[in-house]
């Protein structure tokens, strides 16, 4: 082809691609949103600092855990930016239990202490590593994983998640402490115990 006919094509090409709908809906930001098809305004990003992760979290509970979020409900400026962290305290022998983040992948780094870090692929592969201060995790979306601090004293991680509402479905509640609850029958099938010993767990959660 001679390029004085291949110039005009070009262009026309070059025109059609930059100025055809390319569309595709986002991710979704949190469970589910029914829409408020009567809203009349936009509402503005908010504030753009947050103190949250100044103080120590309150880690005097079972888990010897806390968590500080630092997402678009505690920090509304992040709203529609895509990205949200969490500050993790955890006391000597504290775990951070088995969840999952259905809407991101997370990056963590430990700030202080010894944390053992797991996750498990789909084809129940345990990917675990202890890290120490200054190290850095990375666990895929929506893998099951947890935290364990095996240091002699305090753990702190600050983790990084790519979704402004990561969500976490945290299996021990999930699965014994749900509202309604999942019917003890089902549960003693699954766990392939009978129906006291699901029992005893749910009273441990405080529900039966
Ligand atoms: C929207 O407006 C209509 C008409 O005023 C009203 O009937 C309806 O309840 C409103 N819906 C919501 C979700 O506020
Ligand atoms: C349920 O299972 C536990 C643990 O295996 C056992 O100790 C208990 O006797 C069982 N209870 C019944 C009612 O079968």
Redesign the pocket.
């Known amino acids: 082809m001679k390029m004085s006919s291949f110039f005009p094509i070009l262009i026309f090409c070059m025109i059609l691609f930059f100025t055809s709908p390319c569309y595709s809906d986002p991710d979704q930001l949190q469970d589910f949103c029914v829409a408020d098809l009567n809203a009349t305004t936009t509402s503005l990003n908010g504030d753009f600092f947050f103190s949250g992760f100044t103080k120590e979290g309150n880690t005097n509970n079972n888990f010897g855990l806390a968590i500080t979020p630092g997402n678009v409900l505690s920090f509304p400026g992040l709203n529609t930016l895509g990205l949200s962290m969490n500050r993790v305290d955890y006391a000597p022998g504290g775990v951070n239990p088995l969840h999952s983040h259905p809407r991101a992948t997370e990056a963590g780094v430990i700030i202080k202490g010894k944390v053992l870090v797991g996750f498990i692929s789909t084809t129940n592969v345990l990917y675990s590593k202890v890290l120490k201060a200054g190290e850095m995790f990375v666990i895929p979306k929506g893998l099951v994983h947890f935290q364990k601090n095996v240091g002699r004293g305090k753990a702190v991680t600050i983790t990084s998640f790519n979704s402004q509402l990561p969500g976490a479905a945290v299996l021990p509640a999930t699965i014994f402490v749900s509202n309604p609850a999942i019917p003890n029958d089902i549960l003693a099938k699954n766990f392939q115990?009978?129906e006291?010993?699901i029992t005893s767990i749910k009273s441990k959660f405080g529900s039966s």
Do not use: C, F, I, P
Request: aromatic share 0%; proline share 0%.
């Open positions: 115990v009978n006291t010993v």
